[in-house]
Every structure is written in C-alpha cells, then in structure tokens.
T-cell receptor
C-alpha cells in the first residue's frame, strides 16, 4: 500500500531550528510536496522536491532522498506565526497526491 | 497568480437540504480540480478528482450520489452535498491544478459546512 509517515506533533522554541521528517512509500514517485496549514485555513504550498538534495527558500528548506524514501522540512529562526500543521505529500506514478496526516508544530516563546 | 476561490466560505443548513459549493480558478485554467474534506484535527481526505468535461473520479467510500461534482469549465467546479446530515459537517477544500502531472495544487480557502 501507499503510505506517508510524519510525526504527529512537535514543539520548538521561538528563534530555534526545527526539522520535520517524512518517510513515504508510494507506487512510483513524481515529487514530494510540503504544505503549511494554519488552523481553520486551507493549506498553502511551501516546497516541491523531485531530485535528491536540498532546496532552500528563505527560512524554509526541504530535503529529499529518493533512495531512502525520505524528506525533511527545515524551519530556521522560528517565529510564533510558524505554529501550524505541516503536511507532507508525495505524488505517485499516476500523479495522485498521497497525503500524510500532518505534523502539528507548536512554537513556544 | 494561481488564485483559487471558494464560495461560500461558511454555510449552515438544516438536515435534509442540499448545499452547493463553488470552486473557481481566478487567473489560470484548471485541467484538474480536487475536492477534499477535513474533519477537526485530522488530515486532508481526498473525496474526488474532476477533469473538465468528464465525470469525476471518486475515492473509495465516497458516495457519488450524495456528493455531486460538476466540472463544467476550466475555471469552475461545483460540489453539491445532497440531503445533508449532521455527520456531513466538515471543512470542504478544493484545489486546482493548471496542467497534468507534477504541477502543484493550489488550494481554495475552504468552506465550513455545518448541518443542524
């Protein structure tokens, strides 16, 4: 079956760095997406990886290892507004997005 | 660019009535649109995938006669919840994809449905 695993909840301190891991098992692979979702709102796109390596975009970076079926989202210089759920999703061979359950990130002052 | 709107943003209806939710891509043509449902503190659940001009593909366990999807144009898809019941109360989110394949999905702001 197809599966995405990510931690349910993480806590970090304002100003610190946090890494949210995601492992995936899909039938074929056509890219890995990270979305941010604040409570009561729709998800917003953060990053897309299809090749191995690190993609940096401001305070957020995303890493992919296709051989390991593994990705992480790295958030630096955490701000209170970063408190949200972070969704990992992988596209399978049919280009269908397989969603993880999301990681709720709690930022403490 | 890549803005998706949904209407209404919230709706309260009585049990047994039907509710229509619209999803529009405002500045691009969406070959494919997706409808999701999300219950409190749970992840997104894909309900169906619709391509313009063809019948929607429903996920297992989603009743196609209850959740009617119409993708009449490249910028508009509608979801009608027929004979709504309190258990249909949820956050309904649409997303649109400009092309096919690896394009990212752009999400609408969501519609919160409460059935009393």
């Amino acid at each position: 079956g197809q599966n995405i695993d990510q931690p349910t909840e993480m806590t970090a301190t304002e100003g610190a760095i946090v890494q949210i891991n995601c492992t995936y098992q899909t039938s074929g692979f056509n890219g890995l997406f990270w979305y941010q979702q604040h409570a009561g709102e729709a998800p917003t796109f953060l990053s897309y990886n299809v090749l191995d390596g690190l993609e940096e975009k401001g305070r957020f970076s995303s890493f992919l290892s296709r051989s390991k079926g593994y990705s992480y989202l790295l958030l630096k210089e955490l701000q209170m507004k970063d408190s949200a759920s972070y969704l990992c999703a992988a596209k399978d061979s049919n280009y269908q997005l397989i969603w993880g359950a999301g990681t709720k990130l709690i930022i403490k002052p | 660019g890549a803005v998706v709107s949904q209407h209404p943003s919230w709706v309260i209806c009585k049990s047994g009535t039907s509710v229509k939710i619209e999803c529009r891509s405002l500045d691009f043509q969406a070959t494919t649109m997706f409808w999701y449902r999300q219950f409190p503190k749970q992840s997104l659940m894909l309900m169906a995938t619709s391509n313009e001009g063809s019948k929607a593909t429903y996920e297992q366990g989603v009743e196609k006669d209850k959740f009617l999807i119409n993708h009449a144009s490249l910028t508009l898809s509608t979801l009608t919840v027929t004979s709504a019941h309190p258990e249909d109360s949820s956050f309904y989110i649409c997303s649109a994809q400009p092309g096919q394949g690896i394009d990212e999905q752009y999400f609408g702001p969501g519609t919160r449905l409460t059935v009393t």
